[in-house]
Antibody, heavy 122, light 107 residues
Framework: QVQLVESGGGVVQPGRSLRLSCAAS????????MYWVRQAPGKGLEWVAV????????YYVGSVKGRFTISRDNSQNTLYLQMNSLRAEDTAVYYC???????????????WGQGTTVIVSS | DIQLTQSPSFLSASVGDRVTITCRAS??????LAWYQQKPGKAPKLLIY???TLQSGVPSRFSGSGSGTEFTLTISSLQPEDFATYYC?????????FGQGTKLEIK
């Protein structure tokens, strides 16, 4: 079945790095754009980043630009989020999600992982 | 960045009620709006995309409307499983921002 499974979360000190992974199965991963979305404890959803199906374009929310890098390996059906210079306000559950739409516009995200928790604390 | 404001932020209703949630965008986004439902401890679920298209498998009591800057999500007859938090998301331009959420509680 169509599935996304995140991993790599944990407790990390401020200023350190962490890399999240999202393993995709049950669909042609290389045909879909992918998002990272996060949710701080007790808060709403925050869109973090997108990568197009072929990795040719990437966009980020302002608060993570220059610190986070989204990437993908279509041969391994895996999405990544490299997070550097982590801050307390990056503490959240991080979800990967599959984008639906056309080649020029996204319509939304129809498949989500279960999330992986990142806690930034000294 | 485009800001989305949902109203109300909290809504108390009963099974069988008709409820409407509004999402207003800070600038025009055509019809590039999606609605999600999230239950505690779970990932969001896509309900509606391009403002009014029902995602496959979503019950027909859910409907969406609007374009430009004002959008609505309507649940025609609340069922017990509909009590959750609802989010809108704009997909007109990056970053693809979400609204702050509307928590729908049982009266």
């Amino acid at each position: 079945q169509v599935q996304l499974v995140e991993s790599g979360g944990g407790v990390v000190q401020p200023g350190r790095s962490l890399r999240l992974s999202c393993a995709a199965s049950g669909f042609t991963f290389s045909s879909y754009g992918m998002y990272w979305v996060r949710q701080a404890p007790g808060k709403g959803l925050e869109w973090v980043a997108v990568i197009w199906h072929d990795g040719s374009s990437k966009y980020y929310v302002g608060s993570v630009k220059g610190r986070f890098t989204i990437s993908r390996d279509n041969s391994q059906n895996t999405l990544y989020l490299q997070m550097n210079s982590l801050r307390a306000e990056d503490t959240a559950v991080y979800y990967c999600a599959r984008v639906i739409g056309t080649s020029v516009v996204d319509y939304g995200t129809d498949v989500w992982g279960q999330g992986t928790t990142v806690i930034v604390s000294s | 960045d485009i800001q989305l404001t949902q109203s109300p932020s909290f809504l108390s209703a009963s099974v069988g009620d008709r409820v409407t949630i509004t999402c207003r965008a800070s600038q025009g986004i055509s019809s590039y709006l999606a609605w999600y439902q999230q239950k505690p401890g779970k990932a969001p679920k896509l309900l509606i995309y391009v403002a009014s298209t029902l995602q496959s498998g979503v019950p027909s009591r859910f409907s969406g409307s609007g374009s430009g800057t004002e959008f609505t999500l309507t649940i025609s007859s609340l069922q017990p499983e509909d009590f959750a938090t609802y989010y809108c998301q704009q997909l007109n331009s990056y970053p693809h921002t979400f609204g702050q959420g509307t928590k729908l509680e049982i009266k």
